[in-house]
């Protein structure tokens, strides 16, 4: 028995891309010569080893090139140049539905898929009443497909796909559809998968809570290529402070060479003693947010937004804030013609769109300013520990005293910033402090 | 190709089965209508054909013997037609099926060119049955029937193969298959008498692809076997598409699931 599941090596993907779908046929007719497509490299030199027990997240933007190597692992498509191999068997649930037939019964189903992939119907009927518990459909495993809704197709494409005992699993991101308790049901699953040392799993997700807990190994994609891997902590910052900063890990590698090779500073710069109103005053060079491309902008003539980022309690410029910890979002405003009466507002929501915060200067009764064409200002909104784990949008608008909600600039949900840490709660925030036991009595 | 259709001999007979059952879901007839389309057919053909324009039929005569010459030329027909044309749209059609699943791609032609074949077998019974009732003698050559319409269903794969191949690149090539498919079968005694052609054109005719198979179906139907010429045609025309279309299959089957 071979530890090594997966060798990958050197898998590159290119996609021809054409302009018109007559250029295909103008290149058949003269044989390749007249060139009429764009190539696409969707992956690019791929190598990876995947050993009984790893867990291995994918993580990257969307078109980083996730789905196109789980594909070409699954073989529903092919490789341009690169080999892999696998021993045993590698099942992937790919997507919605992996495939069923609609007019079908959930059982029906589970039981044509599995001849499909190869496997003997005896040994998928045998397994039928495992999937069956496993999916938890009730009457909904006897009726045809169409009827299911996507939650219910995915647990039963996970269900059985997990049932069938694969040396390999592969999850594409296919679980995010399911509820809160089916999703633990899978996590537990995979966790069950790893730990005797047996199988492994493959898993893309958008969710780092869940790929921190899960995997043993984490690979950022970017542009089809591997941009960083290894432990999934340190990974998977590197990869939200990119999603939120644009910061990628070869800067901060550089940062620290430079720093790392030149002398020591003399202690006084780097303490905090140093002129505060100077850091205060003016934009971070480096840390900034950048605009989420959900973001909705009304700007206007006489004020814009120049910068957004996130300073920790201690003032320094961060790429995500503590869970335990107090922050504040920074941002800083250039005025481009005079606007006397500025009221500066805010607004924090969940990814989901709940509304956590939404306050303006007037409301927080706090002193207008008069600003002069040229002017920049900086405001800053202390925020209390205590939001959940997870990932938030910041809105921001500048209006004046006399009409406090006709918005001289505006951008709706347009940055994004994460808290990060153990999550402590599944809902919207957590305690103030751990909770408290009086011990028992009698 | 082959052995992989082999390997995949179920799930292509289940799918065909329930498509021939579900063709027509939600109809009130249901799959009746499988043999419904072809009667239908049939008596407009006749109508048209034996009070309008009087069929010349070289030795047969009877009212009956135009229908079921008729019949043993629309029945293959339909057959390969169906199988040629839904075989064209079927990798784009069950795009689905490509993108999450490692399945050979002839297997979704394959399994409407069954589908098309058990439909050819039930019109057939059918029709043998009204034969023995208006008088048609019964033959052990009926029972090589199979034959040419194995052949002619081979044909049907090869081309359907090499159209949906060739569709998932271009998809109007199903718009085109529908033209194509009216010109074959006009240009061919099927549902007129090769008597009614001239002669420079009846001898063209014998490179027909299709005609080969359609006169060895008549001609075994009356207890007759076809003449040597026709049994070479009949295997020649699915193997030289089935050379082609492997041929194109191969160069183009990596970039199939990149395009679907």
Redesign the interface.
Known sequence: MSDTLITASGLSKRFKIYEKPTGRLAEWATFGSAVRHRDFWALRDFSFDVKRGQCIGIIGANGAGKSTLLRILSGTLAATSGTFAIEGRLLSLLELGTGFNPNLSGRVNVLHTAELLGYSPAYAAEKLSIIETFADLGEFFDLPLRMYSSGMQVRLGFAMFASLDPEILVVDEALAVGDASFQRKCFRHMEKMTEDQSRAVLLVAHDMVSIQKLCSHVIWLDHGKIRLQGEPKPVVEAYMKFMFTGQGPEHEESAKAQASGLPEPDGQSLAPSRDQNATRNTIPETGLLVRSNAALLYPGESVELVAMWIEDHTGRVTASAAVDQPFSICYALRFKQPVPNAVFGVRVSTIRGELLVATNTLMMSQPVGQYEAGQTEIVRWPMKPGLSVGEYFISCGVSTVEHPYQFLTREVDAYRFAVDGVSRSGALCTLADMPQLGGAST | MLFSLYQ?R??IW?NAM?DFR?RY?GSSMGALWNVLHPLAMIAIYTLVFSSIMTPQLDGRTGRFAFILYLCSGIIPWTAFADCVSRGCGSLVVNA????????PEPVFVAQEAVAAFVTAAISFGLLLVFGLCVGLPISWTWLLLPVPLLALLSLGFAIGMLLSTLNV???DIQQWVGIALQITMWTAPIVYAAKILPPAYQAVLRWHPLLPSINSVRLLMDGNLPAAWDWAMMFAWPMVFGVLALAVVRAL???I??VI
């Open positions: 995949h179920n799930f289940r329930h579900h879901a689905g099926y490509l993108r999450k699943l490692p399945i690149f271009f998809r089957s990596d970039e699931r990149d």
